[in-house]
T-cell receptor, first 116, second 111 residues
Framework: DTEVTQTPKHLVMGMTNKKSLKCEQHMGHRAMYWYKQKAKKPPELMFVYSYEKLSINESVPSRFSPECPNSSLLNLHLHALQPEDSALYLC???????????????FGSGTQLSVL | GNSVTQMEGPVTLSEEAFLTINCTYTATGYPSLFWYVQYPGEGLQLLLKATKADDKGSNKGFEATYRKETTSFHLEKGSVQVSDSAVYFCALSDSNYQLIWGAGTKLIIKP
């Protein structure tokens, strides 16, 4: 199994809603990532988890809250989002976090989020 | 700081044409270089990589050579297919183990 699975594929939410994005991998990878991608732009790194601990937070607003319940799962909890947060949210994983492991990130297909 | 510059798109070609997508970089040290591809409605996939100068990465008929003297990593394919239509991202890994991405180049192949 060389897949990163993200659910849901599409999500529409109001600014007062609370929702969660889920990501799962069964490749034994110990690093997992959240990226945000606006249309026609490259992905922007949001968070990195290494061995289930948050190792990088790229100054992301607190309305985005990541969680790594175990080595296979990564969640992104959303609360009080703004319309400008509408984007494709991509999860990725790699064997480990480091120069060597940046040689290959495995990406999920993403969750297309629309905030109304 | 580190950066990656790609040619602006979209690039539109006919099937079986020769493809070049230019990528140049600015970096300290010796970064690894990558091409990722994003098909419509999907996440990104690693297409090929090179980890040191003069390395050639290749996959699915695509090739790119790590040129330190020109700080370039141009993507080439001898004969493109409609199925190659996608957005292509050049990237490098920096000393902080992060990927620095180019802006992406949309490729459109017409039958």
């Amino acid at each position: 199994d060389t897949e990163v699975t993200q659910t849901p594929k599409h999500l529409v939410m109001g600014m007062t809603n609370k929702k969660s994005l889920k990501c799962e991998q069964h490749m034994g990878h110990r690093a997992m990532y959240w990226y945000k991608q606006k249309a026609k732009k490259p992905p922007e790194l949001m968070f990195v988890y290494s061995y289930e601990k948050l190792s990088i937070n790229e100054s992301v607003p607190s309305r985005f809250s990541p969680e790594c319940p175990n080595s296979s799962l990564l969640n992104l909890h959303l609360h009080a989002l703004q319309p400008e947060d509408s984007a494709l949210y991509l999860c990725a994983s790699s064997q480990d976090r480091g120069v060597k492991t940046n040689e290959k990130l495995f990406f999920g297909s993403g969750t297309q989020l629309s905030v109304l | 700081g580190n950066s990656v510059t790609q040619m602006e798109g979209p690039v539109t070609l006919s099937e079986e044409a020769f493809l070049t997508i230019n990528c140049t970089y600015t970096a300290t040290g010796y970064p690894s270089l990558f091409w990722y591809v994003q098909y419509p409605g999907e996440g990104l996939q690693l297409l090929l990589k090179a980890t040191k100068a003069d390395d050639k990465g290749s996959n699915k008929g695509f090739e790119a050579t790590y040129r330190k003297e020109t700080t370039s990593f141009h993507l080439e394919k001898g004969s493109v297919q409609v199925s190659d239509s996608a957005v292509y991202f050049c990237a490098l890994s920096d000393s902080n183990y992060q990927l620095i991405w180019g802006a992406g180049t949309k490729l459109i192949i017409k039958p």
